[in-house]
């Protein structure tokens, strides 16, 4: 599978940001799809996840605030009530694990930046 992450980019506090990742390959439904996010110089951490039937989990950081959704081809990550903690590096992923550990994942996108300022 391959994954292309986009629609990072400059957001004020309070503000609400959409991304999109585009999946090309092996059957997109087959896999879990998730959000992760990397902040400089700190470790990469879960966001989200969808299942191929729609069931989703969050991070309680982002409970409430972000929401993951998908089609046939892509998998959306909308995001509100951005504040400055949330500007990182933005990874969408594809695997069959229902996990949380980024090393569970087998495909990765390139990573779209999201600065939230205040």
């Known amino acids: 599978v391959q994954l292309q992450a986009s629609g990072g980019g400059l957001v004020q506090s309070g503000g609400s940001l959409t991304l999109s990742c585009a999946a090309a390959?092996?059957?997109?439904?087959?896999?879990?799809m998730a959000w992760f996010r990397q902040a400089p110089g700190k470790e990469r951490e879960f966001v989200g996840r969808?299942?191929?039937?729609?069931i989703t989990d969050y991070a309680d950081s982002v409970k409430g605030r972000f929401t993951i959704s998908r089609d046939n081809i892509r998998v959306y990550l909308y995001m509100s009530s951005l504040e400055p903690e949330d500007t990182a590096v933005y990874y969408c992923?594809?695997?069959?694990?229902?996990?949380?550990?980024?090393?569970?994942?087998?495909?990765w996108g390139q990573g779209t930046l999201v600065t939230v300022s205040s």
């Open positions: 992923a594809a695997g069959t694990i229902w996990a949380y550990a980024p090393s569970r994942f087998d495909y």
């Open positions: 390959g092996r059957t997109f439904s087959n896999y879990i």
């Open positions: 969808i299942t191929g039937s729609g």
